[in-house]
Every structure is written in structure tokens, then in C-alpha cells.
């Protein structure tokens, strides 16, 4: 009995709720299958808690032509390693700044390693801090479900 009490409180205790302490984002990058730009399925990724209590969520956009990267995660876990982030950290969408002392001293020919970070053309930080969970697509594709929801519930209940 008590094996399966502890079990219960382990399997309700994983799933989050929203009234947690702190910010949940969303942490993938769209490599993985379903974090794409407009294709992100949240049943993939839960989110996680942002480790400090005033956090922000960021969806990260690199854009070279055709080929768009997306990165989601906490900003407190970005800014260990990206030095081109927008000093106006507020609600949007902002460019990133440019780094004119990133690799300043160094004079490497292997393009692959990219030590002046400037593979991508387009840098575009979105910044979001006022809902959990708020740096996946967006509402369209949940607007658009409710609409099909409700014309399916129209129509059966003629």
C-alpha cells in the first residue's frame, strides 16, 4: 500500500501545473523533430523551470536564406554562452546585437567553426516572461482549433 502511495504522488507530482514557483519555458532546439518554427508540438516538450526567480523565456530564430534554427530555453541557461543578446530584454522580438571583441584576436581559415558568429543573416531574439510556457508557436494554430472544435459541435448538435 505504501508502494503505491508513493507511486501516485511521484506520477502527479511530474506533471506540471502552472502554479509552480518561477517560469516554465520550453527547452529544444529545432533540430529535434517537432520544435520547428511553426510546427511545434508541446506534447514533446513539457518545459522545464527556469532556474532563476526572474527568468525569461526565449525563442532564439537564425536565419541563413531559406534555413531557419530555432532554439528555446530559458534565458538565464543562454546567456552562459551567447554574447550577441539584445541588452532591452523586455516582452518582443528584437535583432541581436552585434559582439565587436568576439574573436578580435583570432585569425583561424577552418569557416566550419564560426568564432565571429557570422554564419546566420538574421539574429532574432523573442523575448516572453509573462505566461508559462509562452515561447512555443503561438495561438493561430490553437484559435484555428477551436474554430474547427466549434464547427464540428455546430454541426452535431443540429
Given amino acids: ?55 525569461k523565456c526565449v525563442k532564439l530564430i537564425e536565419r541563413k536564406g531559406s534555413d531557419v534554427m530555432v532554439t528555446r530555453d530559458c534565458l538565464s541557461s543562454l546567456e ?15 535583432p541581436a546585437s552585434s559582439d565587436v571583441k568576439l574573436g578580435q584576436y583570432i585569425f583561424n581559415s577552418i569557416k566550419e567553426l564560426d568564432v565571429k558568429r557570422n554564419y546566420y543573416d538574421n539574429v532574432t531574439y523573442c523575448f516572453c516572461d509573462f505566461d508559462h510556457w509562452c515561447n512555443s508557436v503561438g495561438l493561430p494554430s490553437l484559435s484555428n482549433l477551436l474554430l474547427v472544435l466549434a464547427a464540428a459541435a455546430g454541426m452535431y448538435l443540429r
Wanted: overall charge negative; charged content about 20%; some cysteine.
Fill in 1 to 55: 500500500m505504501f508502494l503505491l502511495i508513493c507511486l501516485f504522488i511521484s506520477v502527479v507530482g511530474a506533471f506540471k501545473t502552472g502554479l509552480e514557483e518561477g517560469q516554465i519555458c520550453h527547452s529544444c532546439v529545432s533540430t529535434h523533430p517537432g520544435c520547428g518554427l511553426y510546427d511545434f508540438d508541446a506534447r514533446w516538450y513539457w518545459g522545464k523551470m527556469c532556474p532563476r526567480y526572474n527568468d
Fill in 80 to 94: 552562459s554562452f551567447r554574447t550577441d543578446i539584445p541588452a532591452d530584454k523586455y516582452e518582443g522580438c528584437r
